[in-house]
């Protein structure tokens, strides 16, 4: 490329030299009228020799431009089985030329994992990929250009410009987490004096997603026991919903050593999603009653 760029460079000095020297012939303006003819064929060759000029000047001009996008967009568009998404790339560059191309790259962990070669029609570059939920993307576009190449990054682990790409594992699920502050007992009941529930929404998805039941069971030795239902409020966060859990009263079982009383948050989703977290499990250690979390 640099090797073209100087023979160009080379050819127009030459026909600048050129028509200077053509240039010089305006002197002899003042010439007997035999040389006339020879003024009038140099004034043409001075002509033709200035549009070459011009035309080797504006295809300098469009070697030295260095290709650039003026805008860009990626899209998420998540699977029906939340598993996945495809990932929409669209770019308009800054002076589109024939001989400019674009590929989208995407990279996970490092390690490059597709390379999806534009379409351009006629407006913008369009390129799509489907990609496995997983967190920590980088998507990148390289332009090719009579210049050479320039790789642009998009959107990455380091500069997220689009969270729901770059998080996409965490953008397209749901989960729900339970935290057990305090409990009391007595002769006859389990009480949850302090607890908070939280439920976060997918951030992207094909329709709507809202909670359908939310609810604190009560498991012993991996069976149902006791269920109270709660009701979640969104809080500041986008797609959270929480609450913090009132008084849980649960009927004291006679427990022995080997017995186990768990815990749970289980939600369920408009989406047909249901989701569960622990919280708290209760078991003898003599005759005390203790506990353990996480």
């Given amino acids: ?17 050129l028509a200077a020297l053509g240039l010089s012939a305006l002197s002899f303006a003042n010439q007997p009228e035999d040389q006339t003819h020879l003024i009038d064929d140099l004034y043409e060759e001075n002509r033709l020799l200035y549009l070459q000029v011009q035309n080797l000047e504006q295809q300098l001009q469009q070697l030295l431009t260095v290709a650039n996008l003026q805008s860009w967009e990626l899209g998420v568009q998540p699977w029906a089985d939340s598993t996945g998404a495809e990932i929409t790339f669209a770019a308009v560059p800054s002076g589109y030329q024939p001989s400019i191309t674009a590929t989208f790259l995407v990279e996970l962990n490092g390690e490059r994992i597709e390379e999806v070669p534009c379409q351009w029609d006629g ?3 369009t390129a799509a990929v489907s990609l496995n939920a997983a967190d ?3 998507y990148y576009c390289l332009l090719t250009s009579p210049t050479g190449n320039q790789l642009l990054p998009l959107a990455t682990p380091n500069e997220p410009t689009s969270m729901e790409a770059v998080y996409l594992q965490s953008s397209i699920s749901a989960y729900c987490n339970l935290v057990v502050y305090d409990w009391s007992v007595n002769d006859e009941e389990l009480i949850v004096t302090d607890a908070y529930a939280q439920v976060q929404l997918p951030q992207i998805s094909l329709e709507p997603i809202h909670i359908t039941q939310s609810d604190i069971v009560v498991w012993l030795n991996g069976q149902e026991f006791d269920r109270t239902s709660i009701t979640m409020a969104p809080s500041e966060v986008a797609g959270s919903y929480d609450v913090t859990v009132p008084n849980v009263v649960i009927p004291l079982p006679e427990l022995s050593e080997v017995d186990s009383l768990e815990l749970y948050l ?28 996480g």
Avoid: C, H, P
């Avoid at 100087?6 to 026909?15: C, H, P, Q, Y």
């Avoid at 939600?267 to 203790?290: K, Q």
């Fill in 1 to 17: 490329m640099k090797e073209k760029k100087n023979n160009l460079l080379s050819v127009l000095a030459l026909i600048l030299a």
């Fill in 123 to 125: 407006n913008q570059f």
């Fill in 266 to 293: 289980e939600v369920s989703l408009s989406d047909g999603r249901n989701l569960r977290a622990f919280g708290i499990n209760w078991y003898m250690e003599g005759s005390e009653l203790t506990s353990a979390v």
């Fill in 136 to 138: 920590g993307y980088g």
